[in-house]
């Protein structure tokens, strides 16, 4: 198994909801996991991380009240729930944890993150 493998993405009209899912492998689990996006012919953009203890969740402007992230500790389990989605959230989405012990404090930037998973592809139609 990859240590981080994200699915759940697909296409949708905007407005549509979708609901991402990461399998975490033991060992890379850690204290500050999060989740970045790319779209085509942007730069990577981090969105949401969450911090294990205590569970604290920080979201970039541009997705907040509309996505939530949470985790299933005892399965290793990362989720990000999209909600209200607009074209401009089409990206291939990544899920990804912080190198180190330390607590996320805030949105990490995808430049930060030691490890990442294939991604999935997030669709928004007009």
């Known amino acids: 198994q990859a240590p981080l493998e994200a699915s759940g993405g697909g296409s949708v009209q905007a407005g549509g909801s979708l609901r991402l899912s990461c399998s975490v492998t033991?060992?890379?689990?850690?204290?500050?996991m999060g989740w970045f996006r790319q779209g085509l012919g942007k730069e990577r953009e981090g969105i949401a991380s969450i911090s294990s203890e205590p569970d604290i969740k920080y979201y970039a402007e541009s997705v907040e009240g509309r996505f939530t992230l949470s985790q299933d500790k005892a399965n290793r389990m990362l989720y990000l729930q999209l909600n209200s989605l607009k074209p401009e959230d089409t990206a291939t989405y990544y899920c990804?944890?912080?190198?180190?012990?330390?607590?996320?404090?805030?949105?990490?930037?995808?430049?930060?993150?030691?490890?990442w998973g294939q991604g999935t592809q997030v669709t928004v139609a007009q």
């Open positions: 990804a944890r912080l190198g180190g012990s330390s607590d996320c404090y805030r949105v990490r930037r995808p430049g930060e993150y030691t490890y």
């Open positions: 033991a060992s890379a689990w850690n204290s500050c």
